[in-house]
């Protein structure tokens, strides 16, 4: 069923999915420019998240910078898709997990705070369903910021392309991982956070600055469930390019109206041979169908040999895990 937004709601929304106000009484901030009480927005936050259109009020952390990620995929028969998605949903490092319509049917995204506990939550989901798994590592992110305009304007954030991962410092994993958890919608989530991290809320901010400052964290700010709010035909396009294509066509395919993530992953050699990938976020297949004939259009890629893989449904939807609990497989 698709949430309808009052016109406040949607502003609240889609003006708020980055920039989150590192302040000790953000919601204040966000009140005073959107000409409500602090309550208001309180109580219109925590009814969205209530409702299904917010997954958190927290952070999204670039992959493969304070932890590991990779895109897998698995083809499961129709017989097993239940039993096969509670295996791999099972799994904490899963932060993802979808239907896809093609032979490779569930895809989810593997994190850990280093590539071992990645490649160990594979080798478990592998051994524990008896099916081939496979690995797509991200070779180089054109767009991984999944934060778009709610209007259908196409509109993206901008993209960092420097990281500085030197300002890493003992603790910010624990930040890192509450933030992928989110933020309590409470009038100072900040201190809420500092004293359930025993950090006094200061230090907090000012590491969370360190970090967005320095594109570890890519966005803070408001995540938003975007198939609740009606954008629910997304398809994964999947492309076979040589690599010395790959530089030229990411970018312009990032810069098409409606593509809102693009990214190069590593080949399968003689099982899946597709590099780069993008998303289109649509709110119907035709609308999704019109984006992709203009991004072959208008980055010449009419005869270059790709699949649509549109999803069906969610499995899991949280955030990625760069901190392992105690206890926790290996």
């Given at each position: 069923?698709?949430?309808?937004l009052d016109p406040?709601?949607?502003?609240l929304?889609?003006r708020?999915q980055?920039d989150?106000?590192l302040?000790?009484?953000p919601?204040?901030v966000?009140?005073?420019?959107l000409v409500l009480t602090?309550?208001?927005?309180l109580?219109?936050?925590?009814s969205?998240?209530?409702a299904?259109?917010?997954?958190?009020?927290?952070?999204?952390?670039?992959?493969?910078?304070?932890?590991?990620?990779?895109?897998a995929?698995v083809?499961?028969p129709d017989s097993?898709?239940?039993?096969?998605?509670?295996?791999?949903?099972?799994?904490?490092?899963?932060?993802?997990s979808?239907l896809?319509e093609?032979?490779w049917?569930?895809?989810?995204?593997?994190?850990?705070?280093?590539r071992?506990?990645v490649?160990g939550?594979l080798?478990?989901i592998?051994?524990?369903?008896?099916?081939?798994?496979?690995d797509?590592r991200l070779v180089?992110?054109?767009n991984?910021n999944?934060?778009f305009?709610?209007?259908?304007?196409g509109?993206?954030p901008?993209?960092?392309?420097n990281?500085?991962?030197a300002v890493?410092?003992p603790g910010?994993?624990?930040?890192?991982q509450?933030?992928?958890?989110g933020?309590?919608i409470v009038a100072?989530?900040?201190?809420?956070l500092?004293?359930?991290?025993r950090?006094?809320?200061s230090e907090?901010l000012?590491?969370?600055?360190?970090?967005a400052?320095?594109g570890?964290?890519?966005r803070?700010?408001?995540?938003?469930?975007?198939?609740a709010?009606g954008?629910?035909?997304?398809?994964?396009?999947?492309?076979d390019?040589p690599?010395?294509?790959i530089?030229?066509v990411?970018p312009?395919?990032?810069?098409?109206?409606g593509?809102?993530l693009?990214?190069q992953r590593?080949p399968v050699?003689?099982?899946?041979?597709?590099?780069l990938y993008?998303m289109?976020h649509?709110?119907?297949?035709v609308e999704?169908m019109?984006?992709?004939?203009s991004?072959?259009?208008e980055?010449?890629l009419?005869d270059?040999?790709?699949?649509?893989?549109?999803s069906?449904?969610?499995?899991?939807q949280?955030?990625?895990?760069?901190l392992l609990?105690?206890?926790?497989?290996?």
């Amino acid at each position: 069923m698709t949430l309808h937004l009052d016109p406040v709601d949607h502003e609240l929304l889609d003006r708020w999915q980055c920039d989150f106000p590192l302040v000790s009484k953000p919601f204040s901030v966000m009140a005073r420019r959107l000409v409500l009480t602090e309550d208001e927005v309180l109580r219109r936050l925590r009814s969205l998240s209530e409702a299904g259109a917010i997954s958190r009020i927290g952070a999204t952390c670039r992959p493969n910078t304070a932890g590991a990620s990779t895109l897998a995929a698995v083809a499961v028969p129709d017989s097993r898709i239940e039993e096969v998605a509670a295996v791999i949903g099972g799994e904490p490092g899963v932060n993802h997990s979808y239907l896809r319509e093609n032979r490779w049917n569930i895809w989810f995204v593997a994190t850990g705070p280093d590539r071992a506990q990645v490649n160990g939550c594979l080798a478990r989901i592998g051994r524990r369903t008896g099916l081939e798994v496979l690995d797509l590592r991200l070779v180089r992110p054109f767009n991984i910021n999944l934060g778009f305009a709610l209007d259908g304007s196409g509109k993206l954030p901008p993209q960092r392309e420097n990281i500085d991962t030197a300002v890493l410092i003992p603790g910010d994993r624990e930040i890192m991982q509450a933030l992928n958890v989110g933020l309590e919608i409470v009038a100072q989530p900040f201190n809420a956070l500092g004293e359930q991290l025993r950090r006094p809320e200061s230090e907090l901010l000012q590491r969370i600055e360190a970090l967005a400052a320095a594109g570890i964290l890519s966005r803070i700010g408001v995540i938003v469930r975007h198939r609740a709010l009606g954008w629910s035909s997304n398809a994964m396009v999947v492309w076979d390019l040589p690599e010395e294509e790959i530089p030229r066509v990411g970018p312009a395919l990032t810069a098409v109206p409606g593509i809102t993530l693009c990214y190069q992953r590593r080949p399968v050699p003689g099982v899946w041979p597709y590099s780069l990938y993008c998303m289109i976020h649509a709110r119907s297949r035709v609308e999704a169908m019109t984006v992709l004939d203009s991004a072959c259009d208008e980055v010449g890629l009419r005869d270059v040999p790709h699949q649509v893989l549109f999803s069906v449904r969610c499995f899991k939807q949280t955030g990625a895990r760069v901190l392992l609990e105690k206890g926790a497989a290996a």
